[in-house]
């Protein structure tokens, strides 16, 4: 399985972005995928992920400002991010599980990471 993620930049603080993910394999649509972000010197975290079933879930921190989707026919997920804001700055990372979890170590498969910065 192979995901690749795209759609990383630069942003001023306020303006939007759409992070893409695409996967490899015919069974994209029986998995969790999942969004994390890392900042330098920090630990990756949550961001917000995706069921089969079409439940969605996100961190506190990006609530009413991101949108995780997904699009079975092209074995991709999305992250449409609004209202950024400096904090956001991150590198992203798509990555895909068996269930639904917060945590990464129970993501079996990740790409490469986008790096998405938000000026002030």
């Known amino acids: 399985v192979q995901l690749q993620a795209s759609g990383g930049g630069l942003v001023q603080a306020g303006g939007s972005l759409r992070l893409s993910c695409a996967a490899s394999?015919?069974?994209?649509?029986?998995?969790?995928m999942g969004w994390f972000r890392q900042a330098p010197g920090k630990e990756r975290e949550f961001v917000a992920a995706?069921?089969?079933?079409?439940?969605?879930y996100y961190a506190d921190s990006v609530k009413g400002r991101f949108t995780i989707s997904r699009d079975n026919t092209k074995n991709t997920v999305y992250l449409q991010m609004n209202s950024l804001k400096p904090e956001d700055t991150a590198t992203y990372h798509c990555a895909r599980a068996s269930y639904y979890t917060e945590r990464a170590d129970e993501y079996g498969y990740w790409g490469q990471g986008t790096l998405v910065t938000v000026s002030s």
């Open positions: 394999g015919r069974t994209f649509s029986n998995y969790v």
């Open positions: 995706s069921s089969p079933y079409g439940n969605t």
